[in-house]
Nanobody
Framework: QLQLVESGGGLVQPGGSLRLSCAAS????????IGWFRQAPGKEREGVSC????????NYADSVKGRFTISRDYAKDTVYLQMNSLKPEDTAVYYC????????????????WGQGTQVTVSS
């Protein structure tokens, strides 16, 4: 069974940091672009960041630029989202998704999705 698993969410104070991880079960993430998305209660899901399979291409939502960093470790077959200077408005369920061959440019329908990990930023 092919699936993605997110981890690393939790409760953090404003200004704090968290690192989310996205790992695969049943397949390797090589050649897959990985996108991070988030959905807050009562809001639509929004794209946060993306990294291509090669790692050459990345993009970020304007709301997280300069605070979040996406990266991938091929040896560990894991993609990370380092989140710094967290704000209460970053509170959401964060999901990772995978799409083979995508270069993080233009619209795409991701093939695989994880179940999500909760991030809560509150004092």
């Amino acid at each position: 069974q092919l699936q993605l698993v997110e981890s690393g969410g939790g409760l953090v104070q404003p200004g704090g940091s968290l690192r989310l991880s996205c790992a695969a079960s049943g397949f390797t993430l090589d050649y897959y672009a990985i996108g991070w998305f988030r959905q807050a209660p009562g809001k639509e899901r929004e794209g946060v960041s993306c990294i291509s399979g090669s790692g050459r291409y990345t993009n970020y939502a304007d709301s997280v630029k300069g605070r979040f960093t996406i990266s991938r470790d091929y040896a560990k077959d894991t993609v990370y989202l380092q989140m710094n200077s967290l704000k209460p408005e970053d509170t959401a369920v964060y999901y990772c998704a995978a799409e083979i061959g995508y270069t993080c440019s233009g619209y795409v329908e991701y093939d695989y999705w994880g179940q999500g990990t909760q991030v809560t930023v509150s004092s």
